[in-house]
């Protein structure tokens, strides 16, 4: 059976199309609850396409439900049975054995991108590079639908479709089956909280936006005004297929901040019961990661308690104030993780401090980028820290620059080994952004392909004028639809086998390795036991927790870090593989730019 949910219609045909034969026009029925039924066999159309007729108007229109769009998302559906599939993964118990996501190392991974062909079966050949660094989940950036060949997959508008140049459905569900069998799982990034400019015929069907709020992209979503039961079952059957028929292990929501909804039972906590349910029933852990503007940890409080069920949620909090220590940049958002001024926090290492034993650095305090105050403080005591996720990079803060630089493009190679040992032996969840591993040459920047040509058109004329206004030169911003955009933003596979690249890989299996090892499995790491010491003059920091201590030299000279005592030196970026120096009475000798990891013992 064939259905689809169309409240105000008062026809429907499917219609069957392709394959050289006459298009076929068949009425379907209609239940009291606004859903329309086609009884016939699909199997008797398996080279056909099927689109819907609403009350006659032309031109037919492509399942909202559609798992495959081959001809691109305004052309006719396609058929897809999931359960054709045959699985090799029985023995899979979860990420990282059935402990799920939290404390394992996630891995942000933009398809298009991965490599030169742009696709999931092409991204499984370069599974076994992700096995070696330590990987436990792979993190794919939004697969739904779009326009073109290329984007971001943030302007997706067929939600349940795999997009068609990645491969379609069914090379998501054999990309999964090879992650799983190398021991990695997969989260899927889904956007729910706006659909793409071109190509969204969701509005035909039914009430799936509402003028009752109002978010950066338009009407919002429709979640709690008449018609928005339909809306929901929509969004959570949509959760719910990926967990039970492709196998993924997590779901990260996109900019949850922007889902307007004011019912009793918040579209979120409603997402979160019913995949706790399906939990229970697959024996395996499912996760939903949040991205979260709030600085509120009601977000992954339990629902049973009134928070939201997430299991973990990004934060950027951590980012800033890495990226102001390492960097020094201090515009825009990043002002306040300076610190100085009217702070506290009397510099951005004060502000690495208050991030990494308190969650968040605006935490009720005032935020001058928002011009109010802003989040909510976390108790120590209870908190697991792995509930937040910490990164260096991720596509938004290095796509969303001009020219797609980066971080490591500006900083010294001794610096962004800080910054990874912070991130991969910190007590968060770490985060990588796909190249940063081996400290990537290539940029990665924004791009489209709309086939909207007035659409395109005025994406790069935005963009061009958007940072032309902070003082670039229009030349110099890459043409967002230009194919040669996509191109430069490829990693390039040759480089990790190459100086200085394949030493930075080393530094990153090597902190990886050592977290895997010396972090428990499925124990909670406190805020309250993480103790951070520093000198903001003298430009040192050690981050000691749970047995670890990440010690780094951030000035432009050698100096003796303080370390605790007892502690037992095991990595060096500045050793460069020799015999790692000793600690006198004084303290670990470091070079410029140097780092430290130690074991603490009892």
Known sequence: MISVWAPVAGAVEIEWSGDGAPVVREAMSRDDDGWWHWDGDPAAYQTFDYAFVLDGAEPSLPDPRSAWQPHGVHSPSRFFDASRFVWSDQQWRGTRCGAGVLGGLVYELHVGTFTPEGTLDAAIERLDALVAIGVDLVELMPLAAFPGD?????????????????????????????????????????????????????????????????????????????????????????????????????????????????????????????????????????????????NDVTMVEPTALGGRGMTAQWADDVH?????????????????????????????????????????????????????????????????ARRLLAYLQTHDQVGNRALGDRLHATLSPGRHAIGAALVLLGPFTPMLFMGEEWAAATPWQFFTSFDDLALG????????????????SVDEVPDPQAVSTRDASVLDWSEPGREPHAHMLGWYAACSALRHRLLPIGSPLRLADVLVSFDEAARWVVVSHHGLAIAANLADHPQTVPVPDGAVPLLRWADHGSELRGISEEGLVLDPDDCAVLRLTP
């Open 150 to 294: 290329w984007g971001w997959g943030y302007d997706g508008v067929a939600l349940y479709a795999v997009h068609d140049r990645y491969g379609g459905p069914a090379a998501l569900q054999r990309f999964v089956d090879a992650a799983h069998a190398r021991g990695i799982g997969v989260c899927l990034d889904l956007v729910h909280n706006h659909l793409g400019p071109s190509g969204n015929y969701l509005s035909r069907f039914g009430p799936y936006f509402t003028d009752t709020h109002h978010t950066p992209w338009g009407s919002a979503v429709n979640l709690d005004a008449p018609g928005s039961d339909g809306v929901r079952s929509f969004l959570v059957d949509q959760v719910l297929r990926w967990f039970r028929d492709f196998h993924v292990d997590a779901l990260r929501l996109d900019a949850v901040h922007e889902l307007a909804d004011d019912s009793p039972h918040h579209l979120l906590v409603e997402l979160s019961d019913a995949t706790a349910t399906l939990a229970t029933e697959l024996g395996r852990p499912l996760d939903l990661i949040a991205e979260s503007d709030l």
């Open 320 to 384: 800033h104030a890495l990226h102001v220590v390492l960097s020094g940049e201090s515009q825009g958002y990043y002002a306040d993780f300076a610190g100085g001024g009217e702070r506290e926090e009397a510099g951005p290492l004060a502000v690495l401090a208050k991030v990494f034993t308190r969650g968040f650095l605006h935490d009720g305090s005032f935020s001058s980028f928002r011009g109010t105050l802003w989040g909510r403080a976390v108790d120590v005591d209870t908190f697991d």
């Open 457 to 472: 058109e005025a994406v790069s004329r935005g963009r061009r004028e958007e940072f032309g206004s902070h003082g670039w």
